[in-house]
Every structure is written in C-alpha cells, then in structure tokens.
C-alpha cells in the first residue's frame, strides 16, 4: 500500500484480527495515515507486515520494530513549503504529502484558482485546460464565448454562416462573416441572371456559364449532350440499365443517347446475334429476321427447324408455335411430328425398314434381327396406338412453364428441371425447346415413370435355360448351330442337356409364368415359341394371350400402351422414339448396348442440340440416367464398352459415333472393368513388393495391402481383410472411393446430390458377416492411370450400421514407361518422368534451375532462364472529384522510355468515365486513337492507331478530349510514374477554363 493519503476515517489501515483469513506479508510505505478517529494502523501481529517511511501516530498490534512500529514520521512532523504564498504548499512524499499545488511559484496557479479558458494554462490544477468550444450549428466553426474566447462563427445557429462560407449577393445576409453583405452584380452574357446570385438574379439563383446567353438556372435542360444549360449541376443524363446487358435504355427526354430498344430481357441489346424466324429484334436495329434465308431452294438453306417447301420457302414442317413471354409474342417452329428424315410409313405390324440386330454383336441365328420401323414407331400416328401424344404432353408442358414459370397440372415434377437445363430460360429458340422436350421425356420414362414402370424380368425368366436345376445358364435356350430353338415351347421349360432337348433334365414339366404382379397385361402373355415374324413374340394388341413373353424385342407402343413395362431394349427404344418424334434428326439419337457384369444392356446415345458430343443416357428401370457432360450412375454397366456397330433407330442400323465424341468416354478416369478380363496392354507386375495398413478398434483389425511399385500399364490387386476377435459375430460393410484407375469389378457411381455440381467419387463396395474368431478378406484389381503416385482412400468399414473404422491413406509410386514423348494427359513431367520430360518441358511443373532452359510452367521471375522484359507504363495514378467531361491541353515529360498502344482513363466510381479522343505529339511527329466505340467491351481502355514508342528526357504534348466524369488531378504539375505531367488548358463541357485540372490515365502497351 503506497502513497495515499488516508485521513479522517474511524481507522486508517485495519487488517484483519481473524487467526485464519488474513492479509500476510503486506509492505505500507510513504503514505500520511493522520487524523483518523479510532486508530491510524491496527495490524494483525500473525500477518508479517512490513511499514516504513509513512506519517502516523496511532498504531497497534504492529511487530515491526525497525521501522518504529511501521510510522517513521508523526503527523506533527510536516515539512511543507509554499513558495508562492498563496496558502497550497508543493507536494513532497516525504516531506509534504498533504501539498497540493501544482505550480508553487505562481501565486495565480492552485487548486483554488479560477481557471481561465483556452490560454494554455491549468490555472486550477486539475490537470487540463479548460477549452469549451461548442458548435451548435455544424458548421465546423466555433461562436465565441466565455468558455471559448477563440471562437469565430458569428452566428452559430446558422449552418450557412461561416468564415469561408459562400457570400450570397445582395441578399442582406453576411454568409462568410467579413462583416459585411457582398453585393455586386456581373451578368456579361444578358440572360438576367448574374454569377453572384441573390438579389442580382431572380431566386437568388447563380449563373454557371456568364459567357452563354443559353446557360442559366432557368434554361432548358438538353438531356445527354454534354453541357449543364439549367446549372444543376450535371448534364441531367438519367440513363438507366435495368436488365444489366450494359446498354442504356433510350428516352427521347432523359437518355437520348441510349440504344437499348428493351430494358426488361438482357438477350435484346444492340450488337445481339438476330435469332432467325422467332420475330424479336435482338439486336435493335429496327429489323427481324435480317440475314436468315426466308426463300430457298434447298433444306440446307433454312434453319431452326425449317426445311424448304415446295413455294421455295423455308417452312416449319409441323407448324409454328406461338409463346407469349413478358407481352411479346415468340413464335418457334413446332419440332413434335413424324420426323422428316424417316424412311417409315407405317409402325408395327407392316414390318418396313432394314432389319436392326440389338444385344449380339454376331448376326447369327441366335441373333434378334427386328425391322426397323417395327420397333421404331415414328409413324404410327394412324394406328391406334402411338407415342405422339406422349410428345405432344412434354412440348406442351415446356411451353407452358416458360409462360407461366409454373409447372402446369398434369405436367410431372421434373419440368422445372427439363426447362433450367435446356437453356430455354436464357433464350427461346427451336434447339432450346428440342432440348426441353427431350429432357422431359426422359425424366418422364425414368424417375416420373410415366410411360413405363419398372423392369420386367419374366421376359428373362421365360427365355432362360436351366441345367441340372442350378439356375440359369444362358439368355437363351440353344441347341447346337443349325438346330431350332428349343426354349420354353409351348410354355413349358425346356432344355439343352445330354445332346437332346428335354422338357427338363429330370423328365418333369414347369410352367413359366409371365405375369410380374404389377402390370395387368403381363399376366395374359405365354411363355412359348417365337413367331415368324418379329419382333418376336408379338403378333397381336387385342388377343394379348397370343403374344410370347420369350426375349421378345418389342414394339415401342406395346412397350408404354400395352404391358407399361419391358427390359433394357424396351426402355432404349421407347427414348429413341419419342425423341426422333420430337424433332431429334437420325444423327442425334441412338439405341445401343454394352457388356455389364449381369450380361448384355441397352441404353441410348443422345446428342442434344447444340452439343458437340453425345450424352449417353440410360433410363431402365425407370433410373434417373441423365447426367450433362457425364456418364450415368445406373445399372453398373461398362457404358464406355458400346459395341461400336449396334447403334440403330427407325432408319435403321449404323456404326456408333466414336468415344471419344461421347461425354466421358474421351478419356475414361474411372471404369467398371470386369467380366472382360484386363484392358488392352494390361499386365501382372512379375515380383511385386507389398506396403499395408492396419488399425485395430473394439476387438476388429481391418487390415489393406497393395503393391508397393508398379510401372503404368500395370495391374494393382488390393486386399482388405477384416479380423473380428469378439465373442459374436459382425456384419462388416467395406467401401473404398476410387479416382484415377480403371477398376475390375462392380463400380458404384453415385447420384449427383441436389445442390452439387461435381458427382461424388465412384467407389467399390464389400458386405459379408464375419463369425467370432474368425476374419474375412475382400478384394479388387485396379489400373491406375497416371504415373506417379497412386493414392487410397481411407477405407471406410462400417460394422453393424452402427460403428465405423477408417484405414490409413496409402499409395503405389506408378512409374512411367519411357517412349520419348511427354504425356501430361497421363501425369508425365519432369518429376514423374524425366527420361521423357525434359527440362523446361509444358508438363505443368516448374524447373527453376539455372540450366539454360526456360520452363513455361514456372511464375514470372522464377526461373532464371527465363527472361522477362518489365513493361514499362506512364501511370498518373488516380485522381479525385470534382469532375466533368472536357478538353484537356498539356505537356508530358518522361524520365524513362516507353512504348504505348492503348490508353486508360480513371473513371469516378459509379460513372463512365472514358476518353473519346486522344492525341500525342511533338514538333515532327503525332499520332490518335482509334474512335470510342461506345459503352461497349472494355471501354475503359482506348487504342491508338498504332504501338510507338515515347524515350526518356524528351516532352510531348497531349489533346485528351473525355466524356461523362474521368477523374481529375487538381493540380497544375505533378511527378508520376514514368515521368511528369502538366497542364496549360482545360476547357470544361460548360466552357469553363482550368489550368489545375490534369486527367487521371495511364499509357501501356
């Protein structure tokens, strides 16, 4: 406790007197403890308190005995001095700790004093001088008061008033407070009103421009011309851009100088791509259709779904449509109809059209062979029947949405979807709503399950062999080459066995029921003999007891109007038909299949308009199989593996577009291989060393082993073996997520999840029970891709849906194979493969060695081979507001040479602030500007008509002549980077002149 003063209180210090709470080793030094009541110290003898140097008379209980019991001076032992004699003696800590005065030589300064305010001084020591300066009016001027001396608004209620403040003249009032009401009158141009204002114009209103008869605050304003006539202070240029497509809306009174003829849809502007036939003027000029062919000679001519009719005009060939969007009527060609390419005239059962093999590669006797137009039902318009109206609905219901942006009743839930994805929202136009409608109509075959529902297996079931009562061997029963089928006849299995076609290798007869339980219609069919005609199987939609179930190819009506249901085929050729239907030409859409570890599957390659590559596309079993720019995640089939000459649609059968014109089959990361053996080139590492992970948790050790190194081209085999140590047994879900490798195996590809735009990794997936005591192992073979390293994921093992263990990450170092050529495409570079990728190489990898090779890969200045020239600029930096559009007239100066192409100007923020015209010269030479093209592209920046060059120590004058509000240096002269800038003239847009005012830009190449 040191220095205080403690006085008057009933006891000065008092410890605690308690034998078990108490203060202990406290130090109480110069302090003045006096004139207490009762006691100045009482102490607590157990605490070990310690007192010197203080002033105090009363003390108790204090074993201190070298500092005379804690007090060294008694209250009566004062020594105070006052100097100045004005009653406050100079504090002292050991003489005089009662002194109070601050200044002990100054009988004005005490802590009784009167203090005088704003002098400097603290007259009644409180330690500040008291300064009271209000400004009750804002103004940033202080009144002068008592309490303010210094003060000097001379009125401080008026916010106008002010020194500084501008005078107002002959209005009788002292703005600027000098004392005085200026009252002078200039009016040179005779428009009546003066550049003093007040009493010398009417309104007291200011004339901006006293040189022009046509510029005063009552004047006319010409909106956007440049110049301020009605002196408000800006040139009253209220453009708007509503739709954000950067062109202005043109008013004849507020923006004349705008050119957007539609400020409500961003895809109408000035410079817009015309879109042909749909009756909008894009562009603004006034026109539609300007530049499409409207007469013709032949279909090449015509567009957005026209062909050339027989008057020699380009026509829409199933009508036009008429969309009402935000008050413009749209019109667009109807794409739903009989597609024009199709050599069909009739549907099932005319049996037109070349035959199409689907499901074989060989055209043999096992081998479905179907007329195309029996399955293709493009025509069957006529007959009952037909998928028109399906095509009819998904046009309707897209057509609907982008009127309403709302999904119309009896339209499915995916119609939003089919709308947002096809572009439609964007722009209204023929490809567009092809997209729309096919979008449609395959979420309607597969998550809507519209047209079909479900798999329909028993068509398998009825076509299957079965040998010595294992289950089935083949897809179809077959005696050896030359020999009829002897599969299921007369709905009863029958089978190859012994050399001899049995009703069943045991002698006895079963019945093969067709019915699925869920679709009525399958219940009627029989499992028996094909017809002579195919599709096979079905020969009427009346009797439809007289039809097979037995691996029949279906027509696309019977497959959505008859039985709702079918196999791969079925589900392929029904997308096939309604997207031909829906104005898809033959090139754009195909039915095709591809091996899959459960046998053969179907699925359809799909170009939509507008793409350059196909989408492959599988809705069987009613699979949300459209993914855009990837492969689907159903059905675990080797998609990639299309058999490349079984494409086919109504006109017939062709070879199948390339992979690599296939969204992700250019160059597939990861595969579901198997059933094939390895891919091509693929081999076993001859003596592999192995690296593996454990971990063990609750009595389970999960334990994975890879190889170690492997070069590309090369097989990996991964093992997991889980070890259950328990009393009981475990059920053990093992997944791995797989990146970079081909894999042989069941591959599982999820779902893209809502709201996501890359799909989640594929992954494999194990699942078995492992007993007490006992251990499991699973595995797969993979074929990494990329030279490097291979990494694993953490294993993830799920133990009874409930408790889950992670593995370590691993990796396998993959080693290039040398043939002289760098792939990047394959993780080659100078790192991975050195022998192929030399120093320097694109490889995205940076080689900063000084080694004579400059590497691409590498920063600017991190490679010391690489040299890089600095451009050098002229750079004023930016500058401030006030500012206007006008002439600019100077000199430039450079202290370093430069070469220029282009000029930049500062804008004010929120403004277009721009250069329209720019000239740079000298005594012999000179050079401009391309013209301003308008607020278009990257306005900003003008070109000259040439790069050239401005060298060190020389001066050259400019001509900047600037539009709407660039900024301003306020300053006649100044050093910027690259030399200095200087101005002789600036004439503003209302004519006014400067020579302070210095444009705000910057010369580059």
């Known amino acids: 406790i040191n220095v205080n003063r403690i006085i008057k209180n009933r006891n000065g210090i008092y410890f605690s007197s308690s034998a078990f709470s108490f203060p202990r080793n406290t130090t109480i030094s110069n302090n003045y403890i006096c004139n207490n009541t009762d006691t100045d110290i009482i102490n607590n003898p157990l605490g070990s308190n310690t007192g010197w140097l203080n002033y105090c008379d009363d003390v108790s209980n204090w074993n201190d005995s070298s500092s005379s019991e804690g007090c060294m001076y008694s209250c009566g032992e004062l020594n105070c001095t006052d100097n100045d004699g004005d009653g406050y003696p100079i504090f002292d800590i050991f003489e005089c700790p009662i002194g109070n005065d601050c200044d002990d030589n100054n009988a004005s300064i005490n802590p009784g004093a009167d203090e005088i305010y704003c002098n400097g001084r603290d007259e009644n020591c409180n330690a500040v001088d008291e300064c009271h300066c209000p400004d009750d009016d804002d103004d940033g ?171 020699n005009i380009c026509r829409c060939p199933h009508g036009e449509l008429d969309f009402l969007v935000n008050g413009d009527v749209i019109t667009v060609c109807d794409p739903v109809g009989v ?83 096809s572009g439609l929202n964007t722009a209204i136009n023929y490809d567009n709503l092809r997209r729309c409608i096919g979008l449609y109509e395959i979420y309607g075959l597969g998550p809507e399950r519209e047209y079909m529902q479900d798999y329909y297996w028993n068509e398998i079931w009825c076509g299957a062999d079965t040998f010595w009562g294992l ?12 020999l009829n089928y002897c599969c299921n006849i007369d709905e009863y299995e029958w089978t190859w066995c012994w050399g001899i076609c049995w009703p069943d290798c045991w002698g006895g007869f079963e019945p093969v029921n067709c019915g699925d339980g869920v679709h009525a219609n399958t219940a009627l069919l029989r499992c028996r003999w094909h017809s002579d005609w195919t599709p ?109 000459d079984v494409c086919a649609n109504d006109n017939g059968q062709v070879d199948c577009p390339p992979r690599t014109e296939v969204w992700g089959c250019e160059e597939p990361i990861w595969h579901a291989g198997g059933g094939g053996g390895f891919a091509a080139g693929a081999s076993v590492p001859p003596n592999p060393t192995f690296n593996t992970t454990s971990t063990t948790e609750g009595g389970i050790t999960v334990t994975r082993t890879v190889f170690d190194e492997i070069h590309l081209g090369e097989i990996v085999r991964v093992n997991i ?30 779902e893209i999840p809502a709201g996501m735009i890359a799909p989640p990794m594929p992954y494999v ?118 500012s206007i559009m006008g002439a600019h007239n100077g000199t430039i100066e450079l202290n370093q040479t430069i070469t220029v192409s282009t000029i930049y ?55 900047i002549k600037t539009g709407s509000y660039p900024q301003i240096i306020h300053a006649p002269s100044k050093d910027v980077t690259g030399g200095t800038i200087t101005c002789d003239k600036f004439v503003d847009a209302n004519g006014r002149i400067y020579y302070d005012w210095i444009p705000a830009i910057k010369l580059f190449l």
């Open 765 to 882: 997936e194990f699942s078995d029970t492992v007993p007490a005591h006992g251990e499991k192992s699973f595995a797969y073979s993979l074929l990494p891709v990329f030279v490097g390293q291979h990494s694993y994921s953490a294993t993830e093992v799920r133990i009874d849906d409930d408790v889950l263990i992670y593995l370590d990450t691993q990796t396998t170092e993959v080693n290039c194979v040398s043939d002289g050529v760098c792939n990047g495409s394959i993780g080659e570079n100078y790192v991975t493969c050195p022998q192929d990728c030399r120093s320097g190489a694109e490889d995205g990898i940076c080689n900063p060695v000084a080694d004579g090779q400059c590497d691409t890969d590498c920063a600017e200045g991190v490679d010391p081979d690489c040299q890089v020239e600095e451009q050098v600029v002229f750079d004023t930096g930016e500058g401030t507001y006030p």
């Open 536 to 644: 096979d199987g079905w020969t009427s939609d009346t009797d439809i007891g007289a039809n097979s179930c037995c691996f029949s190819h279906l027509p696309a009506h019977v497959s959505t109007e008859v039985l709702s249901t079918g196999t791969c085929v079925d589900y392929s050729v029904v997308l096939t038909t309604l997207l031909r239907m829906s104005g898809y030409e033959a090139d754009e859409v195909y039915t095709t299949g591809s091996a899959c570890p459960d046998g053969a599957h179907s699925f359809n390659l799909i170009r939509f308009p507008g793409d350059s590559n196909y989408t492959l596309v599988d809705t069987v079993g009613n699979c949300n199989g459209y993914h855009p720019m990837a492969l689907p995640g159903c059905n675990d089939c080797y998609y990639c593996s299309y058999i490349s």
């Open 471 to 482: 289950g089935l061997e083949s897809c179809i029963g077959r005696a050896p080459a030359g």
């Open 141 to 311: 001027a202080p009144a002068m008061t008592e309490t303010c001396p210094f003060g000097f608004d001379c009125d401080d209620s008026n916010p106008n008033r002010y020194p500084g403040a501008r005078e107002i003249n002959c209005n009788g009032i002292d703005e600027n407070c000098d004392g005085e009401d200026q009252c002078e009158c200039t009016d040179n141009d005779g428009d009546g009103y003066a550049i003093e204002g007040g009493d010398c114009s009417p309104g007291g209103e200011v004339d901006c421009n006293d040189e022009d008869i046509n510029i005063h605050p009552n004047a006319a304003e010409i909106y956007c011309n440049g110049v301020d006539e009605d002196c408000s202070g800006s040139d009253d240029c209220n453009c708007v851009d509503e739709d954000g497509d950067g062109y202005y809306l043109r008013n004849a009174h507020y923006c004349p100088t705008g050119t957007d003829c539609d400020d409500e849809r961003d895809y109408i502007h000035p410079g817009r791509a015309e879109i042909c036939y749909n009756y909008i003027d894009e562009n603004c000029n006034g026109m539609i259709n300007e530049g499409c062919n409207i007469t013709c000679t032949t279909d090449a001519e015509c567009s957005d779904g026209r062909i050339c009719a027989e008057d």
């Open 339 to 421: 597609p024009i390419d199709t050599p069909c005239e009739h549907g099932w059962p005319y049996h037109e059209g070349s035959n199409v093999y689907l499901g074989d590669t060989a055209r043999d006797i096992f081998s479905e062979n179907v007329p195309a137009c029996d399955l293709f039902e493009v025509n069957r318009t006529n007959q009952g029947y037909n998928l028109l109206p399906y095509a009819e609905e998904a046009r309707d219901c897209c057509g609907d949405y982008l009127e309403t942006g709302v999904i119309a009743p009896g339209c499915h839930d995916y119609t939003d979807d089919a709308y947002n994805q």
């Open 905 to 959: 100007t500062y804008p004010c923020a929120g403004t277009g602030g721009h250069t329209e015209y720019a000239k740079i010269s000298n005594d012999s030479w000179s050079i401009e500007t391309q013209p301003w093209e308008g607020y278009k592209g990257d306005w900003h920046n003008l070109s000259f008509t040439g790069s050239f060059k401005l060298y060190a120590n020389e001066t050259y004058d400019y001509t």
């Open 721 to 750: 073996t889980v070890k259950n140590e328990n009393d009981y047994a475990i059920n053990v879900t093992v997944r791995e997520r797989i990146a970079g490798a081909i894999v042989y195996g069941d591959l599982n590809i999820p």
